[in-house]
């Protein structure tokens, strides 16, 4: 069996793992991916930018209450307090290794404006290709670190364990299934969100919460598993996963418009379509539960002017045969970001020894029950680097080669696990999205727990799906209130006594 010590051991090539690994040196350091570096990470494919404060009108304060207001009440304060004011020096940090951001003709960064932001703040690049170029950038530094094993197409399976501490993981390569154990003083898991739970999503397929799962199987602490943002406008053509239709389009002034030519958001929130993105992605399902279709109208805020300001966006809409600048862009809302993870400090420790998180898979607190639009690039930044501090100043635990992990076998998987995942990926959407109730979350608790039965061999993807599955569910469940991203018809308001974050195990959900 293949093996190898390190350090640390990083699951995951995103931004947060890409980050996190070039902080470490000179620290003996192996990155995992299940494809090629940068593949299949959803910091590829993020449009609309990094928040921070660097506007002469802007600050700090100002950024973390907004942030604090996106979060409806239930942030860590000092989390936020440390995202927003390290912020200007993760971008500075990326314009020392040569990221190109968009400037304007003095030279100056163009600041771009989204929902609930009271400044503009978003640093693009590419006016819609922010991920790319900051993933492009991380590799390159990477290709120069003589201190980083790159492990491409290999997926970690479950985190090792030697008396209570994390001391590696187990993985696969792909596709021979060849196994590989790693074992490290550190081990950091940056595997991303959770989207392939949802049969509609804009989440690369390999979003799995994968590193969730691995860490509720060790019994780490785990939060706010319940907050699932759903981005209101995902182009609605059938594919999936769907493409985003940026917010910054309805940041220009495009409006939401049914297929009676009516405009809808007016009369839901002040703001209209720039309402909270909670609000937008509700009015939008609203609309479809009726009958009715939906469609994003940019052909006056945008016109003529689409393939330069949102390129990516042009191209997805084109390569479908519609042209934005003279037809709307049909929309539906899709799940986009996992609030909930593993439950870390302010230096991203886990609640086991020798476990770190970062990025999407874990739970800063700075989210609170809803995502300010470009802060997770900003926290997968700032927390990769907070993690790579705190590993430097705490490192000293001695090299452990656990024996029982010798005999490592993969679970082999069975036959129908494909629809499997397909219903459960339905029942999500149906019974654990936008919309829940107290019965319909009962009913995907059992139909989670009869598919756990039906499968108890399940492979990678659908083992770690239904754990990822079940908490949500339950969390869903206990939550007897609507908050953020939240939202149950049979408690439709905030109550004030649950106006706190929730912490769960996964041997203590039922
Ligand atoms: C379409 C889209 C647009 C977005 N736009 C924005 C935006 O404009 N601004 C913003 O702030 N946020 C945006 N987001 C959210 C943001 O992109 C993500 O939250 C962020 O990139 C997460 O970074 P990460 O490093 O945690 O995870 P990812 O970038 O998703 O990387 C996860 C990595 O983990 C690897 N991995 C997963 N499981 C395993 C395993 N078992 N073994 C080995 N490797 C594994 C994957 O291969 C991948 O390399 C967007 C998201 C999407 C989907």
Not at 45 to 74: C, E, Y
Not at 265 to 271: F, G, L, N, Q, T
Not at 427 to 435: C, D, E, F, P, Q
């Amino acid at each position: 069996m293949r093996s190898g010590d390190y350090d640390a051991v990083i699951v995951g090539a995103g931004i947060a793992g890409l980050t996190t690994a070039l902080q470490l040196t000179p620290l003996r350091v192996a990155v995992l991916c299940k494809g090629t570096l940068g593949q299949f990470a959803a910091s590829d494919w993020a449009q609309g930018g990094v928040a921070a404060a660097i506007g002469t009108d802007d600050s700090p304060r100002l950024h973390a209450r907004d942030t604090l207001l996106a979060g409806a009440g239930i942030s860590d304060d000092t989390i936020v307090d440390i995202l927003t004011r390290d912020a200007p020096a993760a971008i500075e940090t990326l314009l020392g290794l040569g990221a190109s951001f968009d400037r304007d003709s003095d030279g100056e960064l163009v600041l771009g404006r989204e929902a609930a932001h009271g400044r503009r703040r978003i640093v693009k690049a590419g006016g819609d290709a922010t991920g790319h170029e900051i993933v492009k950038t991380l590799i390159s530094a990477i290709h120069h670190a003589a201190h980083i094993d790159v492990i491409e197409n290999t997926a970690a399976d479950d985190l090792m364990l030697h008396d209570g501490r994390v001391v590696g993981i187990y993985a696969h390569i792909q596709p021979s299934a060849q196994p590989l154990l790693l074992f490290a003083r550190a081990t950091i898991l940056a595997t991303g969100g959770i989207g392939r739970l949802y049969r509609a999503t804009t989440n690369p397929p390999q979003a799995c919460g994968d590193g969730l799962a691995m860490a509720a199987r060790a019994d780490a602490v785990l939060a706010d598993c319940e907050f699932v943002q759903f981005h209101p406008t995902a182009l609605a053509i059938g594919a999936d996963p769907m493409p985003l239709v940026t917010e910054a389009i309805r940041g220009e002034g495009a409006t939401l418009v049914n297929d009676l030519g009516e405009r809808f958001m007016p009369e839901i929130h002040a703001d209209a379509e720039l309402a909270p993105r909670d609000v937008v992605a509700r009015a939008i399902f609203d609309q479809l539960r009726r009958g009715r279709s939906v469609g994003l109208d940019a052909t006056q805020a945008v016109g003529a002017q689409f393939p330069v300001r949102f390129p990516t966006v042009f191209a997805s809409c084109m390569s479908a045969g519609i042209d934005p600048r003279v037809q709307r862009i049909p929309i539906a809302p899709a799940a986009h970001y996992h609030m909930g993870g593993i439950a870390v400090d302010a230096w991203g420790k886990s609640s086991l020894p020798g476990l770190w998180a970062c990025g999407e898979c874990s739970a800063t607190g700075v989210h609170g029950a809803n995502r300010l639009a470009s802060n997770s690039l900003l926290e997968a930044l700032v927390y990769g680097t907070r993690v790579a501090t705190d590993i430097h100043a705490t490192q000293t635990s001695p090299m452990l080669h656990p024996s029982i992990s010798r005999t490592y076998d993969r679970p082999c998987g069975d036959d129908d696990e494909t629809q499997a995942v397909r219903d459960l990926r339905h029942l999500m959407y149906a019974n654990v999205g936008l919309v829940r109730t107290g019965s319909d979350l009962r009913d995907a608790l059992d139909r989670i727990a009869t598919l756990t039965e039906e499968h108890p061999y399940a492979k990678t993807e659908l083992r770690n799906l239904l754990v990822v599955a079940r908490l949500i569910a339950n969390a869903a469940s206990e939550r007897c209130e609507s908050r953020g991203s939240h939202y149950r018809s049979d408690f439709p308001l905030p109550d004030a006594a649950l106006a706190h974050r929730s912490f769960r195990r996964l041997t203590s959900v039922v």
